[in-house]
């Protein structure tokens, strides 16, 4: 038998026994039953205890008033413990009385065990239930007691605790935690690929996008909103030059200009993709919002009248819907289909000035800010609403792509995350770009949306990594401030900029052939 105190590892804290018997059901649970037997007999160490081997034995041979003795003998186990392994044998022992038709047995081992066991009355009373049920007489034979009781022993590995049992698939756990750990440390990964375990796992600055790939320059002027499509094939850019432009996104990462939206008479300030990429809306500033089809750059439809204040507009998941909030505080927030029928609105003295909207893409949250600094998170199934107080001005609104996160740009040169449910006492706080006076748009990206962007008024964009509160890379290239940025949700080392300077930049991961082609 190897020596117990062995010990293994370049820090010494690893018992060498343990090891082994880690390996050897690793082997045993990935079907290598020779390897692991092999294993067993050369190491003189058994994947399975003496104590549980003897558990084993008795639940085999259906012994079991000896499995209840072996519980009761068994000093590592809590009182939780042995009443929950002593409610399985003996309610196999009750289902085999019963498939056996001794209903007066089973009777007495559920009134003088079993109802003793402190494991929930509900559970109990399910075994009287079975009693009673005359379905339960005799519909066992052998063959599916053995089953049964192959099951039970699985079921008492995972009650009974270390070093009695090993806990299921001990080895893929530590590997798995590890190898996440390592993934969740790294503060530049961007990527959904599985990692290898062969080395320590660690990404460059090379995954994020870094350096300009190309620069659009087909605004006349400030370029004030961009973002991608759902699918990640186009952009959508809007301007003070009072035009949309509609981008496609090439099979080897270029954009192309694919239609030019010329309609609104008032600068366009904000943009939306219908989640099925279809349609995009457009807000001109200060005046109506309109509908555009993505395949033939024709406006579809119009909402609102001049008079209606358009600060912004959101999707709901079946693209059939869609919201609108206005500066105004007489109109509120309005619900329309996409052919403008009204079929929903929030107005009153509850619903003032809205400077921004968002719908979580699961459609379960509207959020609103208005007021200035007040986060508005209505449930739309229940109706229920909780409102956030933020001590600075709001000047812009994004929610994760998992819908379970927002974040809010502030005025006082801060960018705070708050959770949709509402388990945040306080925000996560992101810092070091520059906001005072202008309204600049942040946004999640990256590899499971792990990155925040943010445009700045020194002309620079900004990401962080949500875990870190200072940015982890600076990016310049703009001449003038940087208003709103997007990332490309499917390719993630892809990222769009959109500054006054009147162009928007497309940045990717560093490379020496990267370049600044204009379009």
Same mark, same amino acid.
């Given at each position: 038998m190897e020596n117990s105190t062995t010990m293994i590892g370049s820090k010494g804290v690893i018992k060498k026994h343990e090891f082994v018997r880690i390996l050897i059901q690793c082997l045993y649970s990935l079907g290598y039953d020779k390897s692991a037997s092999c294993l067993e007999s050369e190491s003189g160490i058994s994947y399975k205890s003496s104590e549980f081997k003897l558990l084993e034995s008795l639940v085999v041979g259906?012994?079991?008033?000896?499995?209840?003795?072996?519980?009761?003998?068994?000093?590592?186990?809590?009182?939780?413990?042995?009443?929950?392994?002593?409610?399985?044998?003996?309610?196999?022992?009750?289902v085999e009385c019963l498939g056996r038709g001794d209903n007066s047995l089973a009777l007495s081992l559920l009134r003088k065990q079993i109802s003793k066991l402190k494991v929930g009355r509900e559970k109990v009373h399910m075994l009287?239930?079975?009693?009673?049920?005359?379905?339960?007489?005799?519909?066992?034979?052998?063959?599916?007691?053995?089953?049964l009781r192959k099951y039970l022993i699985s079921e008492l590995e995972q009650v009974i605790p270390p070093p009695i049992t090993v806990p299921d698939r001990r080895l893929e756990h530590l590997v798995d935690t590890v190898a996440a750990s390592q993934v969740n440390s790294c503060i530049y990964h961007n990527s959904l690929d599985p990692v290898s375990i062969y080395k320590d796992h660690r990404c460059g600055r090379d995954q994020l996008p870094t350096e300009t790939v190309q620069i659009l320059s087909a605004h006349k002027n400030e370029v004030w909103f961009v973002?991608?499509?759902?699918?990640?094939?186009?952009?959508?850019?809007?301007?003070?030059?009072?035009?949309?432009?509609?981008?496609?996104?090439?099979?080897?990462?270029?954009?192309?200009?694919? =239609? $030019?939206?010329?309609?609104?008479?008032?600068? !366009? @300030?904000?943009? *939306? +993709?219908? &989640? /099925?990429?279809?349609? #995009?809306?457009?807000?001109?500033?200060?005046?109506?919002?309109r509908l555009?089809?993505?395949?033939?750059?024709?406006?579809? =439809? $119009?909402?609102?009248?001049?008079?209606?204040? !358009? @600060?912004?507009? *959101? +999707?709901? &998941? /079946?693209?059939?819907? #869609?919201?609108?909030?206005?500066?105004?505080?007489?109109k509120g927030i309005c619900m329309w289909d996409c052919e403008g029928n009204e079929i929903k609105a929030w107005r009153g003295i509850r619903m003032p000035k809205i400077s921004d909207i968002a719908v979580t893409p699961n459609g379960e949250y509207l959020i609103s800010i208005f007021s200035d600094r007040d986060?508005?998170?209505?449930?739309?199934?229940?109706?229920?609403?909780?409102?956030?107080?933020?001590?600075?001005?709001?000047?812009?609104?994004?929610?994760?792509?998992?819908?379970?996160?927002?974040?809010?740009?502030?005025?006082?040169?801060?960018?705070?995350?708050?959770?949709?449910?509402?388990?945040?006492?306080?925000?996560?706080?992101?810092?070091?770009?520059?906001?005072?006076?202008?309204?600049?748009?942040?946004?999640?990206?990256?590899?499971?949306?792990?990155?925040?962007?943010?445009?700045?008024?020194?002309?620079?964009?900004?990401?962080?990594?949500?875990?870190?509160?200072?940015?982890?890379?600076?990016?310049?290239?703009?001449?003038?401030t940087v208003n709103c940025v997007s990332w490309n949700p499917k390719r993630h080392q892809m990222l769009a900029s959109a500054s006054d300077d009147q162009t928007i930049r497309i940045w990717g991961p560093h490379s020496e052939k990267a370049c600044s082609k204009e379009l």
């Amino acid at each position: 038998m190897e020596n117990s105190t062995t010990m293994i590892g370049s820090k010494g804290v690893i018992k060498k026994h343990e090891f082994v018997r880690i390996l050897i059901q690793c082997l045993y649970s990935l079907g290598y039953d020779k390897s692991a037997s092999c294993l067993e007999s050369e190491s003189g160490i058994s994947y399975k205890s003496s104590e549980f081997k003897l558990l084993e034995s008795l639940v085999v041979g259906a012994d079991w008033e000896g499995c209840i003795d072996n519980l009761y003998g068994i000093k590592e186990l809590t009182d939780e413990q042995r009443d929950t392994a002593l409610f399985l044998v003996s309610k196999q022992y009750f289902v085999e009385c019963l498939g056996r038709g001794d209903n007066s047995l089973a009777l007495s081992l559920l009134r003088k065990q079993i109802s003793k066991l402190k494991v929930g009355r509900e559970k109990v009373h399910m075994l009287a239930f079975g009693l009673l049920s005359l379905g339960m007489n005799k519909v066992h034979d052998d063959n599916g007691f053995q089953e049964l009781r192959k099951y039970l022993i699985s079921e008492l590995e995972q009650v009974i605790p270390p070093p009695i049992t090993v806990p299921d698939r001990r080895l893929e756990h530590l590997v798995d935690t590890v190898a996440a750990s390592q993934v969740n440390s790294c503060i530049y990964h961007n990527s959904l690929d599985p990692v290898s375990i062969y080395k320590d796992h660690r990404c460059g600055r090379d995954q994020l996008p870094t350096e300009t790939v190309q620069i659009l320059s087909a605004h006349k002027n400030e370029v004030w909103f961009v973002q991608f499509s759902n699918n990640g094939n186009y952009l959508a850019s809007s301007s003070s030059d009072c035009t949309a432009i509609i981008w496609k996104v090439l099979e080897d990462s270029k954009l192309v200009l694919e =239609h $030019t939206l010329k309609s609104h008479q008032n600068p !366009v @300030s904000f943009v *939306a +993709w219908s &989640p /099925d990429d279809t349609m #995009l809306l457009t807000c001109g500033n200060s005046e109506v919002l309109r509908l555009w089809d993505v395949e033939t750059g024709t406006c579809k =439809h $119009t909402f609102g009248d001049n008079g209606f204040l !358009v @600060s912004s507009c *959101a +999707w709901f &998941p /079946d693209s059939n819907r #869609l919201v609108c909030g206005s500066s105004d505080p007489k109109k509120g927030i309005c619900m329309w289909d996409c052919e403008g029928n009204e079929i929903k609105a929030w107005r009153g003295i509850r619903m003032p000035k809205i400077s921004d909207i968002a719908v979580t893409p699961n459609g379960e949250y509207l959020i609103s800010i208005f007021s200035d600094r007040d986060i508005r998170i209505l449930n739309v199934g229940m109706n229920t609403e909780r409102v956030i107080s933020e001590e600075h001005q709001i000047t812009s609104l994004s929610v994760s792509g998992d819908s379970k996160y927002l974040i809010v740009s502030l005025n006082s040169q801060e960018i705070h995350m708050w959770d949709v449910e509402g388990c945040f006492e306080k925000p996560l706080r992101y810092k070091g770009h520059q906001q005072h006076k202008y309204v600049i748009r942040s946004c999640f990206g990256g590899a499971n949306g792990m990155f925040i962007a943010s445009g700045s008024e020194n002309s620079q964009v900004y990401i962080w990594n949500r875990r870190i509160s200072d940015p982890i890379e600076v990016l310049s290239g703009h001449s003038m401030t940087v208003n709103c940025v997007s990332w490309n949700p499917k390719r993630h080392q892809m990222l769009a900029s959109a500054s006054d300077d009147q162009t928007i930049r497309i940045w990717g991961p560093h490379s020496e052939k990267a370049c600044s082609k204009e379009l």
